[in-house]
């Protein structure tokens, strides 16, 4: 996503994480297309004995937020550092500061965990969405009972999660990281950025989020629109939020997908992505 896209974009107890269960029900016991998961934990349950983690962030664009979600369902202490886009030394994504000490791509989302050391002391970094979500999967669940993957009935484990599982989970997390993320970003450039209008380049793009909204389509009838994957909702539910969050910028007619609006709607009003957006955007002022 370009750095015009970034700044338009802003419309907007013993396991000491996040449930993705509702407290007033037990874990679903048998396949179920209406699992509801709510935040059962408040920010002052979250963990003492780890240090803060840092997130890179700016208040627009998509994939922060769903870096923060993930931080927000695990309980995880954090703070947000917001960059500016410009190449200011010391603010700017094209600065020196960030380039030399966070990431030589000048993106945002990007992770420091001072939990995790290197090189006699030096917090881990990560940066691109993928790989952030994944270090939070691998260091902080590994077992995926917040994050997946997990099967048809919402359990998680081994022995319980099959190889077909953990494909599926996979091949929508990559589908989105290669495919409808750069898609709907090219959407948004050649609908309100590029400097000559191309009709054919727009058309192009907006054809190939309809075919991919079509298929996300298809799949959530799998849930009735609850989750993208059967058992709840997953890290791949996260990845696809901010993206699907921005449909009205794009100009995407969300019509012919009532079940993906659905999905949206039932995301953005759980309590983990809403102060995951809260807490971005409280940076940024």
């Avoid at 950025?193 to 907006?206: G, I, K, M």
Wanted: contains cysteine.
């Amino acid at each position: 996503m370009t750095q015009r896209e970034f700044q338009a974009f802003d419309n907007s107890n013993s396991n000491p994480r996040r449930s993705l269960t509702s407290n007033n029900s037990p874990p679903p016991s048998k396949p179920s297309t209406n699992i509801q998961i709510a935040a059962t934990m408040s920010p002052s349950t979250q963990r003492a004995d780890l240090k803060p983690l840092t997130l890179h962030a700016h208040s627009g664009g998509p994939n922060p937020f769903k870096i923060a979600s993930a931080l927000e369902f695990l309980s995880l202490p954090y703070t947000v550092k917001v960059w500016d886009f410009n190449d200011d030394p010391t603010t700017g994504l094209k600065g020196t500061t960030f380039l030399t000490t966070i990431s030589e791509n000048g993106r945002v989302p990007a992770l420091e965990d001072p939990n995790v050391t290197v090189d006699g002391g030096k917090p881990v970094i990560s940066w691109e969405s993928g790989a952030c979500m994944n270090y939070l999967r691998r260091v902080y669940d590994a077992d995926g009972k917040v994050l997946g993957p997990r099967n048809a009935k919402g359990e998680t484990g081994s022995g319980k999660v099959s190889e077909q599982d953990r494909v599926d989970f996979e091949k929508w997390e990559y589908l989105l990281l290669t495919t409808v993320g750069p898609m709907m970003g090219q959407t948004n450039w050649f609908r309100h950025y590029n400097p000559t209008p191309n009709e054919d380049a727009l058309n192009r793009y907006v054809g190939q989020v309809n075919h991919y909204f079509g298929l996300i389509e298809k799949q959530l009838a799998k849930t009735d629109g609850a989750s993208i994957l059967p058992g709840g909702v997953t890290a791949v539910d996260l990845h696809y939020e901010g993206w699907i969050h921005q449909t009205a910028y794009a100009g995407i007619d969300m019509q012919p997908y009532p079940l993906l609006a659905k999905w949206a709607k039932m995301m953005i009003e759980l309590e983990p992505v809403k102060a995951a957006y809260a807490k971005i955007k409280a940076a940024a002022k």
